[in-house]
């Protein structure tokens, strides 16, 4: 009895340590990775990277892209950006269980007033694709491309309200209006930029 007494107490103990554990994560929102030690279900944070980023962008740089633009980022966006210029994330899997998509998967992120990939040529910065597709009316003006899907499609800033837009280029259909597609195609993922990172998470298949 004794014996069985000490085994219900360590059952009880690993349930209260694995539900504690469990419910801080959620609360921190942190990108986590499963692995097993010892039998038991740990968890390892997994933090949000980024590499093969562009040459560091100047607070003139910065402003010159603003200028460009006409916008003002919103200061997560720019904490972003002079921290890292493009690149691949690390954590390449956009998941919200509020949108009606399983996952986006993430390619990349456009570098702004640089570009090493193109020889630095402006048409293939952040702000030299947006004023690009603005002038080819392939984009509309309140969404600025920060970073391509794998199928080429956009992740947009939307410039007044900062949310995050999935625009969705390989679905346009030629038997409605421009203006139509515009709507259609345009899908907010995200409420702002901070929550479209907080929602990366690892691709399972790398």
């Not at 929102?29 to 590499?51: D, H, P, R």
């Not at 916008?71 to 890292?84: A, M, N, R």
Request: charged share 25%; glycine share 4%; with cysteine.
């Amino acid at each position: 009895e004794f014996d069985t007494l000490i085994l219900s107490l360590v059952l009880i103990w690993i349930f209260y340590v694995f539900s504690f554990n469990l419910q801080l994560s959620k609360k921190l929102g942190l990108k986590l990775e499963q692995v097993k030690s010892n039998g038991l279900l740990l968890k390892e944070v997994v933090m949000l990277s980024f590499y093969d980023c562009d040459k560091n962008l100047s607070e003139i740089d910065f402003n010159d892209v603003e200028k460009k633009l006409e916008v003002s980022f919103p200061s997560s966006f720019k904490s972003h950006y002079f921290k890292w210029n493009g690149g691949d994330p690390n954590l390449s899997c956009f998941v919200n269980d509020n949108i009606n998509y399983d996952y986006i998967e993430i390619r990349d992120f456009i570098p702004m007033k640089y570009s090493k990939q193109f020889e630095d040529d402006p048409d293939f910065t952040l702000e030299g694709r947006a004023i690009n597709e603005w002038k080819l009316n392939e984009l509309p003006k309140n969404l600025i491309p920060f970073a391509f899907d794998w199928g080429g499609n956009y992740l947009c800033l939307e410039k007044n309200s900062w949310q995050i837009i999935y625009y969705v280029r390989d679905v346009w259909n030629e038997n409605i209006s421009r203006e139509a597609n515009f709507k259609k195609i345009s899908i907010i993922i995200a409420k702002s930029f901070d929550e479209f990172l907080n929602c990366l998470e690892e691709n399972p298949d790398d």
